[in-house]
């Protein structure tokens, strides 16, 4: 992990010196932003594939030295075979790909950052988005929410989440055990052993690939998130009105979004470190909780309700998607307020400009902000 560091470091400082060399059309960029997105995930695919087959290519070619039995201990009346040489292989290989797969990462985050052109070296806040790249690019968690004592996971059992964090970590594993099971059970007789050892092939692909666009859409929806938040909360700052409108809710609201997206990320974690600053308000929740119907009696001011809406619907899309659960969200709003906001009922519109790095745009053209 120490390499794996110095490593992310090292790309960092050498992605971020190019920055700036010269500006490009929009049209130029975005193109360099697709590639960069595609040829990531056809690396990634491809390391999984060549892995599976560096994997079972030997042990067809040399099956008595890798299937020999070295150690065949009996647990509970039953006998299993340890085969010490093809499992000391296969734990080698996956260290090796998970090492590649990792520097991939380092590389595809720090050249997304120069492409945006981030961090801003200007921004106060420079060395936190340096920090949450560097996590980024390691695919390293953090739960710097707890901080500003907003939990995600509030009210859930604690044997839940792990269950929940721990399927997450698997499923590559568990859907190919899942489809190895299908085709032995239902074709085992007529397909031969190798072609079933070959459905690691797609499998393994895919899940690389996937990985990849999930750190690839974290790490750009980060990028993106953050020009949004400090836009909004530049505008909050400047005006003392907007911000005693949402001084007294801001602790619900907040707790709202980071209840719905029930993950830990430095989105809402800006996010919501933006929103505290820019209210001048002393900070201080026992418990992360959502907006009730009792927080919102008597609040008629059309203003404060629509800027309510605004950073609710603002925080639902900073990760690049809507669940369910937030659309269910929005339609219990509209009913405890008794009136249709508009930013609710264009949040999809909204959604698609923000995934187009279009979100300012799309606010001062509405007339949203």
Same mark, same amino acid.
């Given at each position: ?21 010269? @500006? ?103 060395? !936190? ?7 980024? =690019? ?6 710097? #929410? ?12 604690? =044997? ?6 721990? +399927? ?7 859907? $190919? ?5 299908? !085709? ?5 007789? $007529? ?19 996937? @990985? ?12 993106? $998130?953050?020009? !949004? ?48 600053? =820019? @209210?001048?308000?002393?900070?201080? +929740? ?7 119907? @009792?927080?919102? #009696? ?26 369910? =659960? ?44």
């Amino acid at each position: 992990m120490i390499l794996k560091g110095r490593l992310s470091r090292n790309f960092f400082n050498k992605y971020q010196a190019k920055r700036g060399a010269a @500006s490009k059309p929009r049209v130029s960029h975005d193109l360099e932003i697709n590639a960069l997105y595609r040829n990531s995930l056809f690396i990634s695919g491809f390391l999984g594939v060549v892995f599976v087959l560096f994997y079972y290519l030997p042990i067809y070619r040399f099956p008595e030295f890798f299937n020999q039995v070295y150690h065949s201990p009996e647990i509970g009346g039953y006998r299993i075979a340890i085969r010490w040489i093809r499992d000391l292989d296969n734990l080698i290989l996956t260290f090796i790909e998970l090492y590649l797969l990792s520097i991939l990462s380092m590389i595809m985050v720090n050249r997304l950052c120069q492409l945006y052109d981030f961090p801003p070296i200007a921004n106060q806040n420079y060395e !936190l988005h340096k920090q949450n790249v560097l996590a980024l =690019s390691l695919e390293k968690r953090h739960k710097k #929410e707890l901080e500003l004592g907003l939990n995600p996971y509030e009210g859930l059992p604690r =044997s839940l989440v792990l269950g929940y964090l721990a +399927i997450n970590r698997i499923k590559g594993i568990l859907s $190919s055990l899942m489809v190895r099971m299908v !085709l032995q059970r239902f074709f085992g007789r $007529s397909l031969l052993k190798f072609f079933i050892d070959m459905t690691g092939i797609p499998i393994y692909a895919f899940w690389n690939a996937y @990985s990849t666009a999930q750190v690839f859409k974290k790490t750009k929806y980060y990028i993106l $998130s953050v020009q !949004l938040t400090d836009y909004l909360t530049e505008r909050l700052q400047k005006d003392a009105i907007l911000q005693a409108s949402i001084r007294g809710k801001l602790e619900e609201i907040l707790g709202t979004i980071v209840l719905l997206k029930r993950d830990f990320s430095p989105i809402n974690h800006y996010f919501a470190h933006r929103l505290i600053q =820019s @209210s001048n308000h002393p900070w201080e +929740i026992q418990e992360t909780r959502g907006l009730k119907k @009792s927080d919102l #009696e008597g609040v008629s001011n059309p203003t404060e309700l629509h800027l309510i809406g605004l950073i609710i619907a603002t925080g639902f899309i900073l990760d690049g998607k809507i669940s369910r =659960s937030e659309r269910r969200k929005i339609q219990e709003l509209h009913e405890l307020l008794g009136c249709d906001l508009k930013i609710f009922l264009n949040i999809d519109e909204y959604l698609i400009a923000y995934r187009k790095g279009k979100a300012t745009t799309f606010l001062v053209e509405h007339s949203f902000i």
